[in-house]
Each structure stands twice: as C-alpha cells, then as structure tokens.
Antibody, heavy 122, light 109 residues
Framework: EVQLVQSGAEVKKPGATVKISCKVS????????MHWVQQAPGKGLEWMGL????????IYAENFQGRVTITADTSTNTAYMEVSSLRSEDTAVYYC???????????????WGQGTLVTVSS | QAVVTQESSLTVSPGGTVTLTCGSS?????????PYWFQQKPGQAPRTLIF???KKHSWTPARFSGSLLGGKAALTLSGAQPEDEADYYC?????????FGGGTKLTVL
C-alpha cells in the first residue's frame, strides 16, 4: 500500500522560511510527479506546483513562483516544499499528492499525504 | 491566468441525482484538460474520485461518474447518500500547470 507521510505542524514568524517533507513508501518514488497543494483555513484547494523526481524539473503556479521551492531526494523517497518570506496569508494546510496506477491507467494525483499545518504568527 | 469555476453550493435529496460542473474561463473544457474530481470532508485530506474526465479509482463509489457536458467537466452523483455530503473540487490541466476550481459544497438533505 502506498503511503505519503508528511512532516508535522509548524509555527513560524513572518519573514521566516518553512520546509515541509513528504515521504513516500510502498511504491516507486521517482516514477511519478509530486504535486503540492495549499488550503488556507476555511478556503479551497490551490495547486502550488509539481516536481518530476527523476530529473528535478519543476513547474510552479503563477501565484507561488519565486517564493516556493520544490525539491526531491530519490535516495530517501522524500519530496520537500519550502516557502520563504512567510506572511500571515501563508497560514494553511499543505498537502502532497502523487500518482497512482489503476486498472484504467495512471491517476496523476491519486495518493495524498495527510497534510501539514503551517501557522505564521508573530 | 485562467479561472476554473464551480457552483458554490448544491443540495440534493437522499437517493436523488445531482450534477456538479467545472468550467474554464479560456473556453470549453475538453479531455485535454484531463479533468479530476476530488471529495473532501471536514478535517480530512482530499480523496480522488475521478481522473481523466471519466476514470474511477478502485475506491470510487459506483454512484459517482464523470463526463463532459455542455463545454464543462461534470461530476454526477446518482443515488446520493448522507455520507456524500462534502466539498467537491475539480482540477484542470493547462499545458503542465494545474488549476483547481473554487469547490462546491454539497448538502444531502
């Protein structure tokens, strides 16, 4: 069974940097893109970006370009998402999601992590 | 940047049928947007129901189906159950980048 286990909740001050991890077990890590999704309190889902762990190539959403960095370590089957220059609006739950093979083909966002709450407060 | 639109809220009676839609500000939604549908209940991570417009995961209840309808992606729930009350989000691909819709709050009442 594939599992995505994310790191624990974080509390950060404005201007700081946070780095969240997402460890994949039970399947091939480098075979599927890893997506990151933000959900502010009481709000909807927002796609942040993705990484191809095989070559490190990334694509970022316009809203997150420049302050977000997504990386992957294939030796530990772990993806990371870093947000710099944190502000209160970055307070949110962050999810990772990766591909799942099904009888109908590949679902690019089939498996999800449990989410990591990041609170930005002075 | 494109905008993906969904109904903000819908209500369905138990046993009834409801269709949620997902539109794009850039024009008709097609299979090339690879529409996804997710269900999210309070305090839980999203769960993928539908991918590539119509395809289901092994955990997707048979009462859910995906399609293209009138230039939009659609999620149809036939025979609603109380446990289907949740937020539903669609996701569309735009040449490598992806965009979520604002979500639909579905009430089963």
């Amino acid at each position: 069974e594939v599992q995505l286990v994310q790191s624990g909740a974080e509390v950060k001050k404005p201007g700081a940097t946070v780095k969240i991890s997402c460890k994949v077990s039970g399947d091939t890590f480098s075979g599927y893109y890893m997506h990151w999704v933000q959900q502010a309190p009481g709000k909807g889902l927002e796609w942040m970006g993705l990484i191809d762990p095989e070559d490190g190539e990334t694509i970022y959403a316009e809203n997150f370009q420049g302050r977000v960095t997504i990386t992957a370590d294939t030796s530990t089957n772990t993806a990371y998402m870093e947000v710099s220059s944190l502000r209160s609006e970055d307070t949110a739950v962050y999810y990772c999601s990766t591909g799942a093979e099904t009888s109908h083909g590949l679902s690019l966002l089939g498996y999800w992590g449990q989410g990591t709450l990041v609170t930005v407060s002075s | 940047q494109a905008v993906v639109t969904q109904e903000s809220s819908l209500t369905v009676s138990p046993g009834g049928t409801v269709t949620l839609t997902c539109g794009s500000s850039t024009g008709a939604v097609t299979s090339s947007h690879y529409p996804y549908w997710f269900q999210q209940k309070p305090g839980q991570a999203p769960r993928t129901l539908i991918f590539d417009t119509t395809k289901k995961h092994s955990w997707t209840p048979a009462r859910f189906s995906g399609s293209l309808l009138g230039g939009k992606a659609a999620l149809t729930l036939s025979g609603a159950q109380p446990e289907d009350e949740a937020d539903y989000y669609c996701l569309l691909s735009y040449t490598g980048a992806w965009l979520f819709g604002g979500g639909t709050k579905l009430t089963v009442l």
